[in-house]
């Protein structure tokens, strides 16, 4: 049929259409034969084979020249034809490739997911191999598809992307086949998908091939690692090359996006790598806990490697950040890795902020962390050695607060009191003044210690003429004076309250007006506080 149709389009133009229409019959009902056949034939290596056959008509059978169309007269000429003709190589040769991959997917399936019969726990051992000769036509089947996707791409030129799955479908298919020895199979798939991300990524933008090489190296590089999980040595390998081949991309991608993509692809293996390590040497899992914390203070140190500005830099923070705090939650179990972690953390991240040309923006992030993180690590050890005392707990939180908040008031100049110097001010006084209002200890210690912190804060902020400190200050003082006077209730007779109370009406009458010339002028000093 494919003679035919060449010898009409040399010496008989008029017939090209009658001819092609035969041949792409006598290539289809070969190929969906064995769909109503009694036997046990390939279908995907029948299908595949016509479907080749389609695609050497359609590479062969272009438009004819002028004096072929100058020779049909009036009768319509190849050009008009050609939409029909593509029209029906199309539909013949979509069906049969169809038809084959559908035949052939069981098969690729297994070959990616489970191709030794069956999912084994993660490192079981090395499974046994037993050469399949029954997937042999499927491979062939699929190479065959191969050969005709590249043949109808080279009529619009870009032969490679649609032969490239199926070519990534074959290979897992024909080392079933053959019988490979593991890690054969795996490694190859494994590298075979790394190749095609390295090269969709490395190389020059390629529009019509990323849709297609991103997709198939993905899903590749999924089945070597699966495949690789048999073994301990595999698991790492396996890890180790993600590693290399993110950093590699990482590092040389040439567009943005890519080169996020492949910092955050090498962090994720960076952290499962330093995961799988120790549990592979059969420590325990809050083992893995440090050498997750290495995995982020390198990250973090190629932050800082960045330009301050740059928006790779940011995404390199908030990954290390992400990748310290799984840290934190792996060793939560015991207290002192706990504490040790948040410790170092918060030396790390405090080490980050000393960059030159960092926004001062970050740094104050940087150092809300590194604060956060150390203040936590003492929580942590307070709380394991057993100490009770609510002020060990409070008073490191309040502390960094009010050095935060005087560090801010001295670098802001329009900034007042009460967001500076407010939230650490509380921090100290209001678990305190809650602990001795609502406790039923007499507390005298703390009730002194109270006051006298109180008094402070209203001496620091009157001197250098603080509102906050003031208001918190006097307020926690009368609410002492109120609980003192009630603790004293039942210790004194009735008749000396009475008395003072009395006396102090008389006084505040007999110099009302001049009490509220003292009381506007107060109230007018506290508000021009800052």
């Known amino acids: 049929s494919l003679v035919a149709a060449l010898a009409a389009r040399r010496h008989r133009m008029e017939l090209v259409g009658y001819a092609l229409t035969g041949a792409v019959v006598a290539v289809t009902v070969p190929g969906l034969a064995p769909l109503v056949g009694?036997?046990?034939e390939p279908l995907a290596l029948y299908a595949a084979l016509a479907a080749l056959g389609i695609a050497f008509v359609a590479c062969w059978l272009p438009a004819v020249s002028a004096s072929g169309q100058a020779a049909l007269g009036d009768r319509p000429?190849?050009?008009e034809r050609e939409p029909a003709r593509s029209a029906l190589l199309l539909a013949a040769g979509g069906t049969l490739a169809v038809v084959a991959v559908l035949a052939a997917l069981p098969t690729v399936l297994t070959a990616l997911v489970s191709p030794y019969g069956g999912r084994d726990p993660v490192w079981s051992g090395v499974p046994a191999v037993v050469a399949d000769p029954t997937v042999l036509p499927v491979g062939f089947a699929l190479v065959v598809?191969?050969?005709?996707?590249?043949?109808?791409?080279?009529?619009?030129?870009?032969?490679?992307?649609?032969?490239?799955?199926?070519?990534a479908a074959a290979l897992p298919v024909l080392l079933i086949a053959i019988g490979a020895p593991w890690p054969v199979l795996?490694?190859?798939?494994?590298?075979?998908?790394?190749?095609?991300?390295?090269f969709t990524a490395l190389g020059p933008t390629r529009p019509a091939l990323a849709p297609i090489a991103v997709p198939v190296g993905v899903v590749l590089v999924a089945s070597g690692v699966l495949g690789l999980l048999a073994t301990r040595a595999g698991t790492l390998a396996a890890e180790g090359a993600l590693l290399v081949a993110a950093v590699a991309v990482a590092v040389g991608a040439r567009r943005f996006e890519v080169r996020v993509a492949g910092c955050l692809a090498a962090v994720g293996a960076a952290s499962a790598l330093a995961v799988t390590a120790p549990l592979a040497g059969g420590l325990p899992l809050r083992a893995a806990a440090y050498p997750l914390l290495v995995v982020a203070a390198l990250v973090l140190a190629a932050a800082a490697v960045s330009p301050a500005r740059a928006r790779l830099g940011r995404v390199l923070d908030a990954a290390a950040q992400a990748v310290a705090l799984v840290a934190?939650?792996?060793?939560v179990e015991v207290a002192r890795h706990l504490a040790t972690v948040c410790v170092l953390w918060g030396v790390a991240v405090a080490l980050r902020l000393l960059r030159r040309g960092e926004p001062a923006?970050?740094?104050?992030?940087?150092?809300?962390i590194a604060a956060g993180s150390e203040l936590l690590g003492a929580w942590v050890l307070l709380a394991a050695g057993g100490v009770t005392v609510l002020e060990a707990y409070t008073l490191p939180a309040a502390a960094l607060a009010v050095g935060a908040g005087l560090l801010a008031l001295r670098t802001r100049p329009g900034l007042t009191s009460w967001p500076a110097l407010g939230p650490g001010l509380v921090a100290a006084l209001l678990p305190s003044l809650v602990s001795v209002l609502a406790g039923?200890?007499?507390?005298?210690?703390?009730r002194l210690l109270l006051g006298a912190a109180a008094t402070g804060a209203v001496l620091a902020g009157a001197t250098r003429r603080w509102q906050a400190p003031v208001l918190l200050g006097g307020g926690v003082l009368t609410l002492l004076a109120l609980h003192e006077l009630a603790r004293g209730w039942d210790l004194l007779p009735r008749w000396i309250y009475l008395g003072v109370g009395g006396l102090a009406l008389v006084g505040l009458a007999a110099t009302y007006e001049r009490r509220r010339r003292d009381l506007?002028?107060?109230?007018?000093?506290?508000?021009?506080?800052?």
């Open 520 to 530: 506007a002028r107060l109230r007018a000093a506290v508000g021009r506080l800052g």
């Open 361 to 368: 923006g970050r740094r104050w992030v940087f150092a809300g």
């Open 328 to 331: 934190v939650v792996l060793a």
């Open 186 to 198: 795996p490694a190859a798939v494994l590298l075979a998908g790394l190749a095609a991300l390295l």
């Open 77 to 79: 000429t190849a050009d």
């Open 38 to 40: 009694a036997g046990d």
């Open 440 to 446: 039923p200890d007499p507390q005298p210690w703390r």
């Open 145 to 167: 598809l191969a050969v005709a996707a590249a043949l109808a791409g080279r009529r619009v030129g870009r032969p490679v992307p649609p032969a490239l799955p199926f070519v």
